[in-house]
């Protein structure tokens, strides 16, 4: 569905921030995973054609974004990680001028915001300012302006960050029902959002795609690798730490090791945050 090929992105201070990125990505709920200055924000950018890369090329569904960006404009839905809104339009009123500016005709704008509103579960706020909403409510409203004219092709810029546990699970939902058909590239570095919501997902540090491919792919490499224990391993024994969480105030790590690291250790099943702090500690060890 989409195929992006050897992208690169240097801005002007030489930050090279996308380094030949290549992904193909199927229909459906796409993950984008990698730490704060990954590049997610300008893969993002560079596919919303909203910057240009240096090279490479984009295709969605046959179209070559770069050299038809209008193409783009008419399928393309996009939430970007931040957004301002006009401080004295209602919701309702500022969903009717994003149709406008995308050119959605009288009666297709009517219908889609009455439905979006309903779907985005915004009816009972629909005359309030977008200025007042509380976060939770804004980015069900920046959902909403990016399916106006029913985008095959969705971004979404970190939409779950600064939510409430009740505001993320109600995004989950809606995001869940919307990648129905679609292609939704969904950017985090919350990997348990992506467990919840993603089949596929491409790992991106330090402007490189580390891999791309279902979730049980990219877990199999690491199953009968990974330890469970309480006891912190000798510092000098050279046994990987892959993550230090508490439970109730009691550490519980998580060890890579092919054999049995420590008499404490209990094998586990294998998850994506393991592969993913793995590829972190393997960067940050070369
Ligand atoms: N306009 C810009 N000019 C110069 N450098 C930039 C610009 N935008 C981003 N960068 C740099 O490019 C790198 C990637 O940034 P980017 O915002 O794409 O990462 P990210 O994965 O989205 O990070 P975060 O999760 O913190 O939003 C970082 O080193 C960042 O400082």
Not at 4 to 10: M, Q, S, T
């Amino acid at each position: 569905m989409l195929s992006v090929k050897n992208i690169n992105k240097k801005y002007a201070d030489g930050t090279h921030a996308l380094k030949d990125v290549s992904l193909n990505l199927p229909i459906g709920m796409i993950g984008l995973l990698g730490p704060n200055g990954a590049g997610k924000s300008s893969l993002m950018r560079t596919l919303a054609c909203l910057q240009t890369p240096d090279d490479g090329q984009i295709i969605f569904d046959g179209i070559d974004l770069r050299q038809n960006p209008n193409e783009l404009r008419k399928i393309l839905g996009y939430l970007p990680q931040y957004f301002g809104v006009y401080p004295h339009m209602s919701c309702q009123a500022l969903l009717e001028h994003m149709a406008i500016l995308k050119g959605i005709d009288k009666t297709t704008r009517a219908h889609q915001i009455v439905s979006l509103l309903a779907l985005t579960n915004l009816n009972d706020v629909a005359h309030k300012k977008v200025a007042t909403f509380s976060g939770g409510m804004r980015q069900r409203f920046g959902i909403a302006q990016a399916l106006l004219g029913d985008p095959k092709f969705i971004i979404m810029d970190e939409p779950t960050s600064g939510l409430d546990p009740v505001e993320r699970e109600r995004l989950h939902s809606l995001l869940v029902t919307i990648s129905k058909e679609k292609l939704v590239i969904l950017s985090t570095h919350i990997v348990e959002d992506i467990e919840n919501l993603c089949h596929h997902v491409a790992l991106l540090i330090k402007g490189e795609v580390i891999d791309s491919a279902d979730v049980k792919t990219l877990i199999t490499p690491l199953e009968g690798c990974i330890w469970q224990t309480h006891i912190e391993p000798d510092a000098n024994s050279g046994i990987q730490v892959l993550s230090k969480s508490y439970r109730f105030g009691e550490p519980c790590l998580r060890l890579y090791s092919k054999t049995k690291p420590t008499a404490n250790a209990t094998l586990v099943k294998a998850n994506l945050q393991d592969r993913y702090f793995f590829e972190l500690l393997a960067k940050e060890t070369h």
